[in-house]
């Protein structure tokens, strides 16, 4: 049985390593341990205590920014991703956020897909949005509460 709970400190190694296998260009570590530090939030979905995805959000009144989502590649498409966005999404009702943005590969479209499933609506191109090996525009897309 899946479980969510808060992205903890001791989780950052775990949830990184997911990081690196599951995104074309991951945040560095530091990147990650500083998002952390400047408090954004985190959730993770954990399955007898082996981490299976993550979640990192930046909640900033009357606004959230989803920065990051990863599930392990052998787990995907089966309930997780939509257990932290849900969790997520409920996180920012009760601090009384009414909007989430995210930006996503233009590319990635099962994103894409999963996002409007829930309600999130496409608003912007951002070209050149991700750097490195393969530059790619991403999608600006929002979710009113």
């Not at 500083?34 to 082996?50: A, I, P, R």
């Not at 996503?104 to 490195?132: H, L, P, T, W």
Request: hydrophobic share 40%; with cysteine; charged share 25%.
């Amino acid at each position: 049985m899946y479980k969510i709970s808060l992205l903890d400190i001791s989780d950052l190694d775990e949830a990184y390593e997911i990081e690196v296998l599951t995104n074309p260009s991951p945040w560095s570590f530091d990147n990650f341990k500083s998002s952390f530090e400047v408090g954004h939030h985190g959730l993770v979905c954990k399955e007898d205590n082996k981490m299976l995805g993550f979640l990192i959000f930046s909640p900033i009144k009357p606004e959230a920014h989803l920065l990051s989502i990863a599930v392990i590649k052998t787990q995907q498409s089966k309930g997780m991703g939509s257990l932290l966005l849900k969790s997520m999404i409920s996180q920012c009702k009760a601090m009384g956020i009414n909007q989430v943005f995210l930006e996503v590969r233009i590319s990635n479209k099962k994103a894409i897909a999963f996002y409007q499933k829930y309600g999130f609506k496409k608003d912007a191109i951002r070209e050149n949005y991700y750097s490195g090996d393969a530059p790619e525009d991403a999608l600006l897309m929002s979710l009113s509460l």
